[in-house]
């Protein structure tokens, strides 16, 4: 569901109701005239209207709505006892409401709206802190039920303020044995830190690296897949609020403490393991600075990504291909690393990745990706890049594929990294007509052409800027 306007303006169930009222009354318009009346002046006036129950007054009112419903029951609940809550009468009761919260909620994003509108966040957070822990089941659908809810600043706002944070992270400690307790305890700390710096350093303070880590060393690593986009959103500098985040400084702690150690443990299960791709993109954001990049290598991270890409190959994996190779590239901005994986014939396996893929250019372009990150100020690299066909792959990427904007840049880039430093490339290349390939590229996407005229000067062609 898209989130509303930041800037719009908002209005309650309460007011909307009485203009609709007020319509009838003063100005003598029928219920079908009011209600749309209502909607049509307050839309004109920027008013969100997400969230507010549309209804025909007479023939319905905003009590009847299923969600309302929902929460309504869920607030009487909720206010007979600051007491857990241990009543098995109530405990089941719950447990269906919120079960469909989360079908009215997967059914329409309408619904969500209406449910964060009207206290939904606050009521199921206050509800999952008096549930004990022996009901499960329940929390487990309390928890899937608010990830729903968590869809913009403003409701992730509303969790923070409900001490959400706290909450959630008293769950994830106590259920640290359950899986479906920590799958979707670390979906709601996905959802809840997406876009929402606060919410991270909050979580952070809560010491959710030391949950994340038991998770994964505990008897379900591998298992629980949301634990990889609670990594990922919690590294991931997305919230245009703050002028600089600290997204990097945690990256540095989650790897002190072992984290992008147990992430290498994941990947080296390969494709048998359910968790591969999700561990490799968080693995990729734990990867922020040199020394992490090594400690990768040194656990024997290289040769669990190269030995991922060749099975991905074989078995026509084109998602675990990208995935592998994206994180290969950031892995490679590290100097020594470049070596190990050129070392472990690492263009040859990549070149070979892409003939296995030559008709998928998504994968061809990560490919591109990695070879110019390996070539870059490597002249050794370069050569090595030639040799295992890094020029034929540019060569019939670019001629296959005109119409793939990302292709073509990447294929300018990887170009440039492979002939700056190397003479004698050049020659080659511009033997094959790689020189009138780039200038189509140039002229056809605008996003290739500083990429495509760095590539021409590097070819060293007088007229680059034409």
């Not at 089941?137 to 992730?156: C, E, I, N, P």
């Not at 954001?285 to 990504?305: L, M, P, Q, T």
Request: glycine share 8%.
């Amino acid at each position: 569901m898209g989130p509303p306007n930041k800037n719009a303006r908002t209005i309650s169930q309460e007011a909307f109701d009485e203009l609709v009222k007020e319509n009838m009354e003063e100005l003598g318009m029928d219920p079908t005239e009011a209600l749309e009346d209502a909607m049509q002046t307050l839309n004109l006036q920027g008013v969100d209207l997400s969230g507010i129950v549309t209804c025909v007054p007479g023939e319905s009112n905003a009590s009847d709505n299923p969600v309302m419903q929902c929460l309504g029951r869920l607030k009487e609940i909720d206010s007979i006892s600051i007491d857990p809550i241990s009543s098995c009468d109530y405990i089941s009761e719950i447990g269906e409401l919120f079960d469909k919260l989360i079908g009215l909620s997967t059914e329409a994003s309408a619904n969500v709206a209406i449910g964060v509108k009207n206290g939904g966040i606050q009521l199921v957070c206050s509800i999952c802190s008096k549930i004990p822990n022996q009901f499960k089941a329940v929390l487990v659908v309390g928890l899937k039920a608010l990830a729903l809810f968590l869809y913009d600043v403003q409701s992730t706002e509303t969790f923070r303020s409900s001490g959400g944070a706290t909450i959630l992270a008293g769950i994830l400690k106590n259920g640290n044995e359950n899986i479906d307790i920590l799958d979707s305890g670390f979906s709601v700390v996905a959802a809840a830190a997406t876009g929402n710096e606060i919410l991270k350093e909050s979580f952070m303070e809560l010491k959710v690296d030391e949950l994340i880590l038991q998770a994964l060393n505990g008897q379900h690593k591998g298992s629980i897949q949301n634990l990889y986009d609670a990594i990922r959103v919690l590294l991931t500098p997305d919230d245009d609020r703050v002028v600089a985040s600290q997204v990097y400084g945690y990256a540095r702690r989650f790897a002190k403490i072992g984290i992008a150690g147990a992430l290498v443990e994941s990947i080296h299960g390969g494709l048998t393991s359910p968790s591969l791709v999700s561990a490799c993109i968080a693995l990729k954001a734990v990867a922020v600075n040199d020394e992490i990049c090594k400690s990768i290598a040194e656990r024997g991270g290289i040769d669990a990504i190269l030995q991922c890409i060749d099975d991905s190959g074989e078995q026509g994996n084109k998602t675990v291909a990208r995935t592998c190779c994206s994180l290969l590239s950031k892995l490679a901005g590290s100097d020594s690393i470049k070596s190990v994986i050129v070392e472990k014939g690492g263009m040859d396996r990549l070149i070979r990745l892409a003939a296995r893929f030559s008709d998928d250019p998504s994968v061809l372009q990560e490919v591109m990706a990695v070879i110019t990150v390996l070539c870059l100020r490597s002249p050794d690299n370069a050569s090595c890049a030639i040799e295992a066909g890094a020029g034929d792959l540019a060569v019939q990427a670019m001629q296959k594929f005109p119409s793939a904007p990302q292709l073509q840049r990447n294929s300018c880039f990887m170009i440039r990294n492979l002939v700056v430093r190397n003479p004698e490339n050049r020659t080659l290349l511009l033997s094959h007509g790689i020189e009138n390939i780039i200038r189509k590229a140039k002229a056809s996407h605008e996003t290739c052409k500083d990429a495509a005229t760095d590539a021409l000067r590097d070819l060293g062609l007088d007229n680059y800027n034409l």
